[in-house]
């Protein structure tokens, strides 16, 4: 049996600019880091040899890895090349379409343990291409590569991506005093919404195409730059109110980033001690990333009569990795 651990991630500065629609035109720069909250996938030879099963949110027994439903499950059996005769389980610590870049992490770890069953080694870099190819191109998802890179390496980096879509990985120098600060003041709001990714990305893709969120697009990574600066620095108050300038650059880029809840949601965090805040992922529901020095409390307090729970997280140094292979 093998089991993977892949976390989840949180988008810090230039998401967007990730997609093909944007790197291909102008390249693509991102930071981003990941949190201590995962999936699990387990794989496991199967007693009757010529069957496949699935389990998720539900259970799928097929006679070929051909005929499952989940896309990613599917594919990935493809690309390695088993078409029976093996188990897959999934367990994950948050729901799906919520902005924690959950399918990528899904991918990445379903790879990683389908490459260590084939005793065969791929690189952290091999595995998150392989990762975004898959949605990418097999399944034409209009996803970038964040999630998948971010889920293989781990940590908090930054990710500069060329015209071909080749990415360069940056470790980010953070001091201990910033990470344990950084971690203090950032709070995750759950808003109970859950949202497609894909047609928040499919309109996304198609303002940039049509250039008219280009302008927002540039804007965004711009302040990407701007962000691993503050964060390589120490500046963390610099940090939280870049954080608010991407996040009124990215609302303007689609409607669809926002609606009149969150937006509510935006004032009262403001209001009660928020230097600078996002909606993580996509946007247009999901999880709040909130960046507050002072007053957490009262913050906390205000969201909370909101009806938005609090989930707590700490930045995970570690990408996807094999916990238990026997």
Known sequence: MIITRTPFRLSLGGGGTDLPSYYSKKGGYFVSGAIDKYVHI????????????????????????????????????????????????????????????????FCVGLLRALHAYLREYKSTQYVAEEACNISIHRLKEPSGKQDEYVASFGGIRAYDINKEGEVKVETIPLSTHTMAELEANTLLFYTGIQRSSSSVLSKQKRAVEKGNGMEKMDKIKAIGYKIRDALASGDLTRFGELLDEHWKAKRGVIRAMSNDRIDRWYRIAKENGALGLKVVGA??????????????????SAMDKEGLPEYRFRFEPEGSKIIYNV
């Open 283 to 300: 946007g247009g529901g999901g999880f709040m990333m909130v960046y507050c020095q002072d007053g957490r409390a009262k913050l906390r």
């Open 42 to 105: 387990a794989v496991n030879p199967r007693f009757e040899e010529d069957s496949v099963r699935v389990s998720y949110s539900t259970t799928e027994i097929v006679g070929d890895a051909s005929q499952l439903k989940h896309p990613l499950v599917r594919e990935g059996l493809d690309v390695v090349g088993i078409k029976s005769g093996i188990e897959i389980v999934s367990i994950a610590d948050a729901p799906a379409a919520t902005g924690l870049g959950s399918s990528g992490s």
